[in-house]
């Protein structure tokens, strides 16, 4: 379902560690955090923001976190399956995070459908 190669456990636990501390320093509440953030129009500028060659992806589950998943994966294979995955008018897409190794850049997606730039 999702592109890449899936993170061993150990490891994930400490990317979205500091993945959750870069996104949010301030500790500000879910509605603060997001007002922060910057739509992305997902077909005009997804591409031009996709720079890096890989990616990690961060499933969130909507029930249960410890289904959550985190995926290494190029980019090529990243930009086709949000292409493919998001799709604002039907308001379908999945809750995840898309970030940069380097954690540079941080991308969040939600289940209806929706991108935003976080950093």
């Known amino acids: 379902m999702f592109p890449g190669v899936q ?30 953030w910057t739509k992305i ?10 720079t890096e060659e890989r990616y990690y992806i961060l499933y969130k589950h909507p029930v249960h976190p410890h289904k959550d998943k985190l995926f290494d994966a190029e980019r090529h294979d990243l930009q086709e399956f949000l292409l ?14 898309v970030f940069s190794l380097n954690m540079n850049q941080i991308i969040v997606g939600n289940h209806d459908g929706e991108l935003y730039s976080a950093i």
């Open 7 to 36: 993170v061993e456990k150990s490891r994930t636990v400490m990317v979205v560690d500091k993945l959750f501390r870069r996104l949010n320093p301030r500790s500000l509440s879910p509605f603060d955090l997001m007002q922060t």
């Open 41 to 50: 129009a997902i077909k005009k500028e997804l591409c031009q923001l996709l």
């Open 84 to 97: 493919t995955r998001f799709d604002e008018r039907k308001m379908e897409g999945i809750d995840l995070i």
